[in-house]
């Protein structure tokens, strides 16, 4: 495919790399010369150094074959003008990075297809979706939802600490640890499916065989109703419920996340140093949000505002450095629930290692929602995993396509490749090997080592 990126950023960066390891055909436009320079000796893609909204340089890149446009400069005005420009100078799909929350309303999204703008794209709404979800549990290190929250995808950690802070990791109350998943499908399998473990810093697709160890991050798919099982078996049951959660940093996700936070939370406070951001902060968060000025390291402030009665730190500065010593600052006080906003992917390793918990990274989650556009089979959802080489996506079947044809066991899908549930007609449920998929279902796919494009032939 001929992807068209505008904007060398964060987020165009990262798309441009993980598209041309892709081996897609990509042209990336920028009016920085460091940022333009630093990619062409790094990949193999084509790079303008112009202004993005040139109609000049939109011939140059050749638009009008592009199978997909992506405006992430860090301006919204000029982000959708480029994407206008581009449908109209023949790009077949469109997508620009937007910042007012007002923009993705339902009844506005159509207006600016008929701009030309066939998608909107706003990363930190989608992370807030994240931050929220994940902070619903304090035993759930992150948590996926579908059909409208019936169908879950989470992961748990199989100890209640990291090493560092404790002589020895106690998985006494774990009835998982040890057990090989066949055996463990045999007394629990009709309730969840393992549909992959994290181990020693790589993600596997396990069969029958395989058991589960301490210290292993292991993604169950469940329906809701089987939830508190999966808690109790993995040695949850004394993690507390998150009613209070604190937010360090007051930035644009911090905002976004404040308002998903007041529907789940009892208290949400947010800590900013900056006291002019702290002013204007009033106005732009939830009602139920609480504004503290000061920094966030500052311990007599947290303590004075209740830090050891919160369930859920959250940790969104710009610094990544600041988010983990926090998040692991605050699990050495007892505080479960933490998520850390971790843009640098060269910390995930460091992260992980510290066990800080929940990671969120803009960039993936913007990849994510861009990345869905390629693939040819219908696609609702798509997530890149920060915490893991995986990705998770939500596929319609469609009628007389491959997956139709066969039970899922004699499909021969791809190595690292697990259907774990899906919806038909509204109703939840998990897939087996004997399941057979119909026209309609919404499956569940979870994909390790870069195996998601592969399952476009079984699908389109």
Known sequence: MKIVIAGAGAVGTYLARMLSNDNQDVVLIDPKEKNILRLTSELDIMTLLRQPTSIEAMKDAE??????????????SENLACAMLAKQLG????????????????????LFRNMGVESLIYPELLAAEDIAASSR?????????????ELLLLSVKMHDAHPVFEKEISNKDNQ??????????????????????????????????????????????????????????????DYPAVHNSLIIGGGKLSVRASWKLADIHDSVKIVEPNQRRTEELQSLVSP????????????????DEGYGSMEALIALTDNDQENILACVAARRRGIRKTIAQVENLDYFDMA???????????????????????????????KMLAIGNADVAEFVVKADSQVTRKRVMDLHLPNGVNI?????????????????????DRVVVFCVNNTLRKLDKFFK
Request: glycine fraction near 10%; aromatic fraction near 6%.
């Open 63 to 76: 638009v009008h074959r592009a199978d997909l446009f992506i405006a992430v400069t860090p301006n919204e």
């Open 91 to 110: 790009a077949r799909k469109t997508v620009a990075r937007v910042d007012n929350y007002e923009y993705m309303k339902p009844e506005n999204l159509q």
């Open 137 to 149: 549990y304090s035993w759930v290190r992150q948590l996926w939802e579908f059909n409208g929250g």
């Open 176 to 237: 998982l640890v040890g057990h090989t998943l066949k055996a463990i499908g045999k007394l629990h399998g009709h309730n969840f499916h393992v549909v992959a473990i994290k181990r020693d810093g790589e993600t596997i697709s396990p069969n029958g065989d395989e058991r589960i160890l301490p210290r292993d991050l292991v993604f169950f798919m469940t329906t809701r109703e089987n939830l508190t099982e999966i808690r109790r078996l993995t040695g949850k049951d």
């Open 288 to 303: 139920k949000t609480m504004i503290l000025e000061g920094e966030g390291y500052d311990v007599d402030l947290l303590n």
């Open 352 to 382: 992980d290692d510290l066990d800080i918990g929940t990671i969120i990274n803009k960039k993936m989650i913007a990849a994510s929602h861009i990345y869905r556009m390629l693939l040819k089979g219908d696609v609702d959802n798509v």
């Open 420 to 440: 774990g549930g899906m919806s038909r007609e509204g109703r939840s449920m998990l897939v087996g090997g004997s399941t057979q998929l119909q026209a309609g």
